[in-house]
């Protein structure tokens, strides 16, 4: 599992957790940390899907949807990018 978490204001928080299956994002993406969740975008893992839960994230800026679609477009041939909203205590597939 590996850990991140920047604090860029007070009022901002992003984490990324990266599990055996999934990445897991928490927290605001907005136009102080927009670059570092290009960053941890850019930290899934090369092989198979890229799945990631979002349920607690917000995006509170365009270009964090943008990002999104980018890195699903630069995956390569047969790999996805599966977007969760695995809620807390529900049943994982």
């Not at 599990?19 to 960053?39: H, S, W, Y």
């Amino acid at each position: 599992m590996v850990t991140a978490q920047l604090h860029p204001t007070r009022e901002t928080t992003l984490t990324y957790v990266h599990e055996a299956d999934r990445a897991v994002f928490t927290g605001a993406v907005d136009a102080t940390n927009i670059e570092i969740f290009r960053d941890f975008l850019a930290m899934l893992p090369s092989r198979g899907d890229a799945v990631i839960d979002i349920a607690r994230l917000e995006l509170r800026v365009p270009e964090a949807a943008s990002l999104l679609v980018e890195t699903a477009r630069v995956l390569g041939e047969g790999r996805k990018l599966v977007i969760t909203v695995d809620r807390p205590g529900s049943p994982r597939a």
